[in-house]
Every structure is written in C-alpha cells, then in structure tokens.
C-alpha cells in the first residue's frame, strides 16, 4: 500500500509569490490534515479536510488556504509569500472517524522563500 | 488555552539503556486523546505510541511505554532498551477538542533523543 505521497519535495520561491503544494492521502483514507513546522514555532495546525469539506482550521492568515479533491488528494495553496512562510509543510492521512486512529504522515514539502 | 509541553529539549541515552521523556499538557476536558510521535531525520513523522483520556490503563508498544498521570496532566514515554534507530525528534501530541470531529492536533516543541553506541 503507498503512503502519503507529497509533491514537491523541495521548492524555492520568492516574496510576494504563490505556491501549490500537493498531497496524495493513503488509498481509502477520507481525512487530510496539513500542518507547517518551523524551528521557531514548532508544528502548527493548518487544516482539515474529510470528504472534500473543511472541519477544522488554525489560526493562520487567508493567505492559506486549501482544498480537497473527490479522490481525496489535497492541495494547500499561500498566496503572496512572505519569509515567514519558509518551512516544512507536512500533510497527514486518516480514515478520519476515530480520533485515536493512527496519522500517517508524508515526507513534507520544504518551501523556502527568498 | 489547550496547550502541550515538552521541557526537554535533548536527551542523550546509552544504547541498551533506558531514557524517559516527559510531556505536560493543560486543558479543561476531560475527554482527549495523546500521541507520541517520531521525526526521524528523513522527516516523516510516525506514531510511535497512542493512549486515550479515559483509559486509565498505560499503553505499551514493545519496548515503548507512557506513564499516563490524568490528575498531573503528564503524559511520558519510557523507551527502553535504547536502539540506534531510536535517535530522532519526539513530538507529544494531543487532540484537545470535545467533538469527535475535531482533527485539530497540537504539538510540543519536541524532544531530540541521542543514542551513544
């Protein structure tokens, strides 16, 4: 069975730029939930999608945003980039039913802005 | 504030030997779910241990335990038998929300665990 499939691994953008990031959940899983890891703030939650609905979001600014697809692959989208936004951008996959239900998580994508 | 707390930064262990993390939390809910996760340094997170609020019984996975303390608010894992392979970052987790459709996890700052051959 494949994992958690992100895609990029690596991307170096410029201030003020756009960037779509990619995730491909486990076959059959519903929930992808994204989260941004910085060496300064840590990991933080960004959003949860389950069936192609939002049901949960963190405090971040508009500027990110995200969708998910029929087939469950989702993309998290940050317009207008800033230097804060370099970070590791991890994506997470579960059934989404049981909140004690095991995450699988993807390699993330390394976004760095210049 | 739903907050969780990892006050070690590092931790350095023998191989063979026994390390302990510790992890607080706070919050008012009674009903809530605790995770340790590990990021080696390929960065995929992965569930290494999971306990459920209103199990009083540890969870045990090999030669992974917690010391689940619900009144103290503390959540530990003991690893035992350290590995060379245990050497990663440690991540306590927790699902703080009383809807069961709340995904919304946080995270402590984490812990980096040596292991000296």
């Known amino acids: 069975k494949a994992g958690v499939t992100q895609t990029p691994r690596y991307l170096i953008k410029t201030r003020g730029q756009q960037v779509t990031l990619s995730c491909s959940p486990i076959s059959g899983h519903r929930s992808v939930s994204w989260y941004q890891q910085t060496p300064g703030q840590g990991l933080q939650f960004l959003f949860e999608?389950?069936?192609?609905?939002?049901?949960n979001k963190g405090n971040f600014p508009g500027r990110f945003s995200g969708r998910q697809f029929s087939n469950s692959r989702s993309e998290m989208n940050v317009s207008t980039l800033e230097l804060g936004d370099s970070a590791l951008y991890l994506c997470a996959s579960s059934g989404g039913q049981d909140r004690n239900e095991k995450l699988f998580f993807g390699s993330g994508t390394q976004l760095s802005v210049l | 504030a739903q907050t969780v707390t990892q006050s070690q930064p590092e931790m350095s262990v023998q191989e063979a030997e026994t390390v302990t993390l510790s992890c607080t939390y706070d919050t008012s809910e009674s009903d809530y779910y605790l995770f340790w996760y590990k990021q080696p340094p390929s960065r995929q997170m992965i569930l290494v241990i999971r306990?459920?609020?209103?199990?009083?019984q540890n969870a045990t996975e090999n030669r992974f335990s917690v010391n689940f303390q619900k009144a103290a608010k503390s959540f530990s894992l003991k690893i035992s038998d350290s590995q060379l392979g245990d050497a990663a970052m440690y991540f306590c987790?927790?699902?703080?929300?009383?809807?069961?459709?709340?995904?919304?996890?946080?995270f402590g700052a984490g812990t980096t665990v040596t292991v000296r051959a």
């Open positions: 987790a927790c699902y703080f929300g009383p809807r069961s459709n709340d995904y919304k996890l946080s």
């Open positions: 999608y389950f069936s192609e609905t939002q049901r």
């Open positions: 306990q459920e609020a209103y199990k009083q």
